[in-house]
């Protein structure tokens, strides 16, 4: 699927910290399914529930099939395959009483329920914390509310873009004298899914304290962590923070840079950053500008920040003549900061990259070797990478109801025929 990226297939771990732990997954969107992926990588057993009629939102975006059977889109979506790896997958009906019953069992012997739902979900379904912890004291269970089950905007629904706004990382985002914007990817959901998979890890091991436990992660309280500094500057000196955009509140150069195209990437780029005149002088040596050099206006840190933006247009006009990669090293060699500019393309074949397996591979049954990244912390001796390849939509059902509840044949059949439970995709009702 990508030769370039020369994708080495993860090898299963023996030994993993979460071995035993089972977790029921209601997540949906990033920002859950980012937890439980975790939980699963890290050993837990995560059960995925899902709907029987569950279907991706763009399926004309599912990757080329190659597997043997039938031709199923919805097990070839891209978000479905990064997200749901190291996971199971089982369709329940909650909107059911026998579905209803069957999670419940699961919950008896789980260790986790974990959901991302607005706070009025579970009680719908009846499956709030009493209902819960009645059928299993030592339940765990993590709710991941966009704004929290308590205060005005309680039954507030939200995505990641709404909540960068509320949080004030759109403010922050942008250009000098420009608009706010979005941040470039899902810093929200990234974020809240690793806040509320060490929250539930830290509730597993309290257990034997205080037994079960709420977990409650507000996904707008999880980003708030990542303006600390602007928030303790708003409270220190009244001031509003500024969008700065690629630069720096008191460092320059400091910045993105254009750099010449290269063969297989046009639009190519370079940042370099100089904090101190150690660096500044670094660089000089390899940006033999003898003009630049003697320029006044570039002599101190405070008078090259002042006149930023003509030190900026210089910058440029040397940069854009220079191949990225080979500026880097040579900027790196010397003790200056500086990377190229990296898409995912060039991520996926980075020497960095592939020396440690940042990304492997995982065996599908519909994409052949579906890409996937490590868990961004090694474990000498009870190593986390992803453990399975995201399952296709129910195929763990039966097993789960067979093997795990110990249900009868006849019982699961009574559960497949009221659509209580499913093995296959079906139409909604």
Known sequence: MLPEAQLVPFTDS????????????????????????LLGALGAEVIRIETPWAKPRNPSSALPYRGAGPDEPWNREPRQNELANSKRSVALNLTTDAGREVFLDLVACSDVVLENFSPRVMGN????????????PQIVYVAMPAFGKSGPWRDRI????????????????????????????????????????????????????VGGQTVELAMLEGELQLIG?????QQLNGREPIRVGNEHTSAAPHGVYPAAPLLDNPDSWIAIACRDDAEWAALLSVWCDDAVRA????????????????????????????????????????????SPVMGPRALLRDEQVLARHSVGGLRHPQVDLSPAPQAAFRLSDTPAPPKNAAPLFAADTIHVLRGILGYSEERIADLLDSGAASDRLRERA
Not at 125 to 136: A, Y
Not at 195 to 200: D, F, G, I, K, V
Not at 312 to 336: F, I, K, Y
């Open 125 to 136: 379904f009846g499956l709030e914390w009493d209902t819960l912890s009645k059928r299993n």
């Open 229 to 233: 500094d602007a928030m303790v500057g």
């Open 14 to 37: 023996p030994r993993r910290p979460l071995d035993g732990i089972r977790v029921l997954d209601l997540t949906s969107a990033v920002a859950g399914p980012v937890a439980t992926q």
């Open 295 to 338: 320029d006044r206006r570039f002599s101190t840190g405070l008078r090259r920040w002042k006149h930023r933006a003509e030190l900026d247009e210089l910058l440029r006009d040397w940069t854009a003549c220079q191949n990225p990669v080979v500026l880097s090293e040579r900027l790196q060699q010397v003790g200056v900061p500086a």
């Open 158 to 209: 939200s995505y990641g873009p709404g909540i960068d706004a509320m949080s004030g990382l759109s403010w922050l985002t942008g250009y000098a004298g420009g608009s706010p914007l979005k941040p470039g990817n899902f810093y929200c959901d990234q974020n809240a899914g690793l806040l509320a998979a060490l929250a539930t890890v830290a509730a597993l091991r309290a257990r034997c304290r």
